[in-house]
């Protein structure tokens, strides 16, 4: 899976995701939160399969 189908999989279920090209890291938090708080439960990985299961926890769907 591509970056891109990752992170359009990760938007779709309601997640705010990102990659750092740098870190090579996908960057998986809930949408919608203070700064602090985002920052708080942002989960980093360099794997896509494990950012979208922590997506899918995050909002409940796994």
């Not at 700064?35 to 989960?43: D, G």
Request: hydrophobic share 35%; glycine share 6%; charged share 25%.
């Amino acid at each position: 899976m591509s970056i891109k189908q990752t992170l359009a999989q990760l938007k779709a279920m309601g997640c705010k995701a990102s990659y750092s090209r740098d870190w090579q890291e996908y960057r998986v938090t809930l949408p919608n939160l203070e700064p602090k708080r985002e920052e708080a439960i942002a989960y980093y990985t360099s794997d896509a399969e494990d950012a979208l299961a922590t997506g899918a926890a995050m909002k409940g769907l796994g």
